[in-house]
């Protein structure tokens, strides 16, 4: 079983819709990213969690540390947003990130 | 643009060839990551360098593989002796040591091996 696991593997959607990806973890962990990969390999980093909640424009991401679970959300989403979504993980006393296998989200206009 | 570069961006090699990636990140960030990424799959850790020192290496990286960040600013990334599952997209990151660490990717080298 994989450290990190995501959910759904693949998400297909209206332009519009409220998307909300899924992460779950095993280990402790220090901090959680959020990672957003386009076609052709580049990853940006979108949000680094440790506790509560962070907004950045249409994109929030929560973090429970008690059920080792978080999510990402996008409000209004659009065909720009399809993208692959990566879950990283810090486990506690390392530096590494282990990442989830990511969401492939594809918007629809 | 994250600021962090990696050459070359695609390599094609034949089984067996010796192949070597650059990485430059951005010049301030003391802290550089090396990842694997296979199709359809999350990217796997390979190695860490704090400054020039090589503090963690994965299982994954099999005696063929060597890593070096001789100055402590770029890193190389070398494989001897190429297989067909060493094909993936190489990719490097960098950060600076501190509380709210982010990594910073570069775009990654495609790696082909037939």
């Known amino acids: 079983k994989n450290e990190v696991e995501q959910s759904p593997q693949n998400l297909t959607a209206q332009e519009g819709e409220f998307i909300t990806i899924n992460c779950s973890y095993s280990?402790?962990?220090?901090?959680l990213h959020w990672l957003q990969q386009h076609p052709g390999g580049g990853i940006v980093s979108l949000f680094m969690?440790?506790?509560g909640k962070k907004k950045h424009g249409r994109l929030i991401a929560t973090i429970n540390i008690q059920e080792k679970h978080s999510s990402l959300h996008i409000t209004a989403s659009h065909p720009r947003d399809s993208a692959v979504y990566i879950c990283?993980?810090?486990?506690?006393?390392?530096?590494?990130?282990?990442f989830g296998q990511g969401t492939r989200l594809t918007i629809n206009p | 643009d994250t600021g962090v570069s990696q050459n070359p961006r695609h390599k094609i090699t034949k089984r067996g060839q010796n192949v070597t990636f650059r990485c430059d990140p951005i010049?301030?960030?003391?802290?550089l990551y090396w990842y694997r990424q296979t199709l359809g799959q999350g990217p796997e850790f390979l190695t860490y360098?704090?400054?020039?020192?090589?503090?963690?290496k994965s299982r994954l990286l099999s005696d063929r593989f060597s890593a070096e960040r001789p100055k402590g600013s770029f890193s190389t990334l070398e494989i001897q002796r190429t297989e067909q599952g060493d094909s993936a997209m190489y990719l490097c990151?960098?950060?600076?040591?501190?509380?709210?660490?982010?990594?910073?990717f570069g775009p990654g080298t495609r790696l082909l091996v037939l």
């Open positions: 990151a960098s950060s600076f040591q501190g509380a709210q660490e982010t990594q910073y």
């Open positions: 280990v402790g962990i220090s901090a």
């Open positions: 969690l440790s506790s």
């Open positions: 990283a993980v810090v486990i506690q006393g390392a530096q590494k990130l282990v």
């Open positions: 010049s301030e960030h003391n802290r």
């Open positions: 360098f704090q400054n020039e020192a090589q503090l963690e």
